[in-house]
């Protein structure tokens, strides 16, 4: 089934098997959390690449590595409660 088929299916239509509607939903969540960690890892990154440039006292960079910290602890909280 297509994605685009199954996102519809999951939205509109009657589940003709949960146990399989359940998969899929947990492949996705799990696809989602790998995306999420390599955004944040993609980002660790940036950051590293900017503090080379202006310096590891720059308020933004602060910023930049508290949103990161937030991040990985919503990352860490959500894959505990889904395992």
């Known amino acids: 089934m297509a994605p685009a088929a199954t996102f519809f299916a999951l939205k509109w ?11 899929i939903y947990e492949q996705m969540r799990d ?3 790998r995306e999420c960690k390599r955004q944040v890892e993609r980002l660790e990154h940036e950051i590293a690449i900017t503090k080379a440039i ?4 720059d308020a ?11 991040a990985k602890a919503s990352l860490s909280h959500d894959k505990a409660m889904a395992g």
Request: glycine share 6%; aromatic share 4%.
């Open 31 to 33: 696809a989602y959390l």
């Open 60 to 70: 933004d960079i602060a910023e930049a590595e508290a949103l990161v910290e937030a």
């Open 13 to 23: 239509r009657k589940p003709k098997c949960p146990i399989r509607i359940r998969g």
């Open 54 to 57: 202006a310096g590891a006292d």
